[in-house]
């Protein structure tokens, strides 16, 4: 289904960045002030590459391995001026962003992005990139900018998942008369608050009224069920990252550049790239009520209790606790057993014969 939606969303893409191109250089609105960060003369091409880290080591709670497994959607981005958002932290999502992070589908959010290209002259382009069908999968993308639009913003479903989803808000890829030639971003998981599911596979659960864009963190939802609840960790591992590279006018392929340190744009939250073994802690139930003590001596005897696991520890977690417990028995828990008693008889008489 992800895959069809993918090959669907490309070709429709192609054709609306084609008519949104054409549609913004002939329409004679209100005119759009360049940005004054931007003074670049000319346009910037660049290649996405969205890479996935969402895999079983670094996210072991609930991983979901079939129906569907860990996967992502294709990748859905808009080249926009510095007034426009597909989605932001801390505000309501649109209806748009509603369908895609629940359901995966794109032609809301894509007659909304439309809207805005048409109305104030916002949008430059649209462009997407393939699905990928594993957690720790690669897709990638060409885009391009220019001064008046050199904002990026792109959105990333998690599949499967009750709204979550990953993403970029308003990347401005011009720093003056300078497009960035470099970049990696890790990226975070975000709730898009329309959809209250605990778990990657949770069943469809609306919320009522519908919460803001949050980012999703270790111990926010602060609950034991959340897929991403991992209290002994301070930040989560990053479940993906983008890297973006200008290409070159004369250049045939686009090279993926790792970032130097005056290129690379800080996220505040940055880890070692090397794999991550997330410690997954034991997770159990609450105990059963305590077993009765039976017989005629119970006093002398034990009751029990017991619990079951509900998630097995993983990569160094703390392993279970104990699944049962024993309490000696006391006057106050006793239940004595009923006392036998012999069956009574009634004595019968022998029947008496009569002589003749």
């Known amino acids: 289904m992800e895959a069809v939606m993918s090959i669907w969303l490309n070709c429709l893409l192609a054709n609306l960045v084609?008519?949104?191109?054409?549609?913004?250089?002939?329409?004679?609105?209100?005119?759009?002030?360049?940005?004054?960060?931007?003074?670049?003369?000319?346009?910037?091409?660049?290649?996405?590459?969205?890479?996935g880290k969402w895999s079983q080591s670094s996210f072991p709670k609930h991983y979901p391995l079939y129906r569907?497994?860990?996967?992502?959607?294709?990748?859905?981005?808009?080249?926009?001026?510095?007034?426009?958002?597909?989605?932001?932290?801390?505000?309501?999502?649109?209806?748009?962003?509603?369908?895609?992070?629940?359901?995966?589908?794109?032609?809301?959010?894509?007659?909304?992005?439309?809207?805005?290209?048409?109305?104030?002259?916002?949008?430059y382009g649209l462009f997407s990139a393939p699905a990928v069908l594993d957690g720790t999968g690669q897709t990638n993308s060409?885009?391009?900018?220019?001064?008046?639009?050199?904002?990026?913003?792109?959105?990333?479903?998690?599949?499967?998942?009750?709204?979550?989803?990953?993403?970029?808000?308003?990347?401005?890829?011009?720093?003056?008369?300078?497009?960035?030639?470099?970049?990696?971003?890790?990226?975070?998981?975000?709730?898009?608050?329309?959809d209250s599911g605990f778990t990657f596979s949770s069943p469809k659960f609306e919320t009522i009224p519908q919460d803001k864009v949050t980012q999703i963190t270790s111990s926010l939802p602060s609950h034991p069920a959340n897929s991403f609840y991992y209290p002994r960790l301070k930040h989560l591992p990053p479940i993906a990252k983008v890297t973006l590279t200008k290409i070159k006018s004369n250049q045939v392929f686009s090279l993926l550049v790792e970032p130097t340190q005056s290129n690379q744009i800080p996220t505040g939250n940055e880890i070692d790239t090397s794999v991550t073994n997330t410690p997954l802690d034991c997770e159990v139930s609450a105990w059963s009520p305590w077993g009765l003590c039976k017989g005629k001596y119970c006093e002398a005897g034990v009751r029990h209790r017991t619990r079951y696991i509900h998630l097995h520890p993983a990569n160094n977690g703390a392993p279970c606790p104990p699944l049962e417990e024993e309490r000696k028995c006391t006057p106050d828990n006793c239940v004595p057993m009923p006392t036998t008693q012999a069956p009574t008889t009634t004595p019968t008489t022998a029947p008496t014969t009569k002589n003749n």
């Open 68 to 123: 569907p497994p860990a996967q992502w959607s294709p990748v859905f981005g808009v080249t926009h001026s510095s007034d426009y958002h597909i989605w932001q932290s801390d505000e309501y999502a649109s209806n748009g962003v509603r369908e895609f992070t629940e359901k995966g589908e794109a032609w809301t959010l894509i007659n909304e992005v439309e809207a805005a290209g048409e109305k104030i002259q916002s949008v």
């Open 18 to 51: 084609l008519t949104s191109s054409n549609m913004l250089s002939g329409v004679h609105s209100l005119p759009v002030s360049v940005d004054p960060v931007c003074t670049a003369t000319s346009t910037a091409k660049y290649s996405l590459t969205f890479t």
């Open 142 to 194: 060409e885009f391009e900018v220019f001064a008046r639009h050199s904002f990026l913003s792109f959105i990333v479903r998690i599949v499967p998942s009750p709204d979550w989803f990953v993403g970029m808000d308003s990347l401005n890829l011009c720093e003056g008369d300078q497009w960035k030639e470099n970049i990696i971003l890790e990226l975070y998981p975000y709730d898009a608050g329309t």
